[in-house]
């Protein structure tokens, strides 16, 4: 298994849409989880910290299963200002999160009118 | 809000050419990181530092690569005889050290210098 494998997509949804993204991460090791997005040829700006089972942040929530070593982000009422590619990002093994990041290769939304 | 920053935005360099890459880091920020994305492909760890040393790095950073903390403020990346596989996006990150903020602090990006070998 790849350490942070995504769904590469691409996702295109109407404005106002719900769209849910998957990751899968290999290192059972690994305590919290980020979720980046990138705009094209953009860096990587940080959307959400991921930790426990889940937390919600205003249209975004993230959830977190360790049985199944499983991510997932929720968009509700999507914006034209979403479309981006979404990067799940893991820590390196160990769990702490300051050693190097191991991006998942990031799932594309296009969010149309 | 504090961010990072790099310069140049755009390097093109002869095959062959030594090459340095710029970044300024958050000024409280103990951790610093090189990563880079190939056109089209993910982001991938290059190497970290703190304390003034390597802390861990990857299989890309091969003796080609070196990084120096040349003052108190810069952060440089240095590719000695470019190769044209080393074109790509490099994206300097910082982050505060365990024990200087709370919980799991995340890695912050500069805006990336696209660097082109020809």
Known sequence: RKEVEQDPGPFNVPEGATVAFNCTYSNSASQSFFWYRQ????????LMSVYSSGNED????????????????????????????YLCVA?????????????GQG??????? | EPEVTQTPSHQVTQM????????????????????RQI???????????????ISEKSEIFDDQFSVERPDGSNFTLKIRSTKLEDSAMYFCASR?????GIGNQPQHFGDGTRLSIL
């Open chain 1, 58 to 85: 205003g249209r975004f929530t993230a959830q977190l299963n360790r049985a199944s070593q499983y991510i997932s982000l929720l968009i509700r009422d999507s914006k034209l200002s979403d479309s981006a590619t």
């Open chain 2, 16 to 35: 062959g050419q030594e090459v340095i890459l710029r970044c300024v880091p958050i000024s409280n920020h103990l951790y610093f990181y090189w990563y």
């Open chain 1, 39 to 46: 705009d094209c040829r953009k860096e990587p700006k940080l």
């Open chain 1, 91 to 103: 820590p390196y093994a160990g769990g702490t999160s300051y050693g190097k990041l191991t991006f």
């Open chain 1, 107 to 113: 799932t594309i939304l296009t969010v149309h009118p």
């Open chain 2, 39 to 53: 056109l089209g492909q993910k982001v991938e760890f290059l190497v970290s530092f703190y304390n003034n040393e």
């Open chain 2, 96 to 100: 505060l050290a365990p024990g200087q």
